[in-house]
């Protein structure tokens, strides 16, 4: 397998070559932290979508889902605290004209006998600490300093005294004197609504689904079908001006997120109900084959929690560029909904009916982006290996192993040989029938072998094969598993049976 870096690269080649994900607008240079699903990727979203979909709300008798609009009204983003407070710390660098932000700008002091001799910096990766100490041994090496290095002590530049602005390197061109004091930079793309450009039709693209669940709770609540505690569920693009986007599909300025605001009564026990959506959204990633030897659980401290939290926990992914956020689970308490009540002078209460009174309710949220989701199964699921081929030779395959439940497609059905009617004519029939129920990829053309390397590139757990026997003989079809690339004998009553279990 590949080291870090180059399996980054190998990820985004394969997703480039099979039509997984291409650069948006790429025929004119691509544009910086968009992206465009291919029809593989198209396929694997939607899967990943309809899993959660179907898991979070049709299979729950608690939970509704809604489809809000991308730009609400500007007084939702006021009354949420985006307009104010949605901001990350910005740094410009004078000479390159690069931006960064400043929390992912780390800097240390290079102290030597006690004696501060000048700052290094590097960015944020996995391994920022050991970067910043080389530098240090590098200042100290190019500047003939005599003594003892201090080990290094990182911070970030949203911490940096204003003294020390000056005395940073820029990250970008390794001189100190040209990078800005960090600054708010609000992430959310402002637009204007109707024929006027001034300031009364300033409107904004949604950075979050979930305000349309808080907006929209009333309206929920008087369809009557709902009592608490209920969830209100939404899968939809949102929008962040990010100043860095960065890792392929990790962060980027478009992208899906599924959301979920589960509102329970004041008085019941939020932490339990937290620790519950932590479980549950676990187990969701396990059931949709994300190894749990790869997740692991960040507690936010309680100074750095987001303005409307009071309790998140992480559930963090290990990608091939480090340990990152996948799915955030946070306490909202009753911030949301008592804050769109006093901006739009609607009350956001229900009737208690057993304590005869009316409360606002509080509020957990697992938000997850489906786009992380993608990256963290490709990445999971990505493996270079030796495999024997048909006359025993090694050769490289590289396979995909993603959960059936969100493979693009599920089973690829082949004619052992293309000139032959009856073999055409049987994969041909099998493929229709299968077609009807499940993503299937018909191939004729080209040795078996490389039909089946074909299909492990892109993850389809299963390839059929017609052969002289399927016709001649039994009836019976080659199922080959991507996975173990053993083969077995099937029959179709079987082989449809398999799917229905193992695709839900
Ligand atoms: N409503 C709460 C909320 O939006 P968040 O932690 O900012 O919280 C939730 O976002 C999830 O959305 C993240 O855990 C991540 O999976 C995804 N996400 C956030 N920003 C993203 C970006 N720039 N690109 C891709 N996914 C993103």
Redo the contacts with the bound molecule.
Sequence with gaps: MPDSDNLMEAIVALCKRRGFVFPSSEIYGGQNGFFDYGPLGAELKKNIRDCWWNDMVRRRDDIVGIETSIIMHPKVWEASGHVAGFTDPLVDCRVSKQRFRADQVFFSKVVVDGRIEGYVSALESDRTAADLQERAEAFKRKKAIQGKLEPVQPHDMTEAAAAEIELIPSPATGEPGSLTPPRAFNMMFETHVGALRDESSVAYLR????QGMFVDFKNVMDTGRVKLPFGIAQIGR?F?N?IT?RNF?????E?E?M?MEYFIHPDADWLACHEEWLRWCQEWLASIGLPGSRISLFEHPKEKL?FYSRRTV?IMFEYPFGVQ????I?ARSDYDLKQHAKFSGRPQEIFDETTKSKVVPHVI?P???V??IFLAAICAGYAEEDVPDDKGNVEKRTVLRLSPRIAPVKVAVLPLLKNKPELVARAAELYRRLKRKYAVFYDEGGAIGRRYRRQDEIGTPWCVTIDFDTIEKDGLFTLRERDSMQQRRINETELFAMLEEKVF
């Design positions: 950075p979050e689904t979930a949102s962040r990010e986007p599909i990790f962060r980027s300025r992208f997120q959301e987001a992480d956020e996948l799915w955030g946070a949220e938000a997850v982006g786009d992380r």
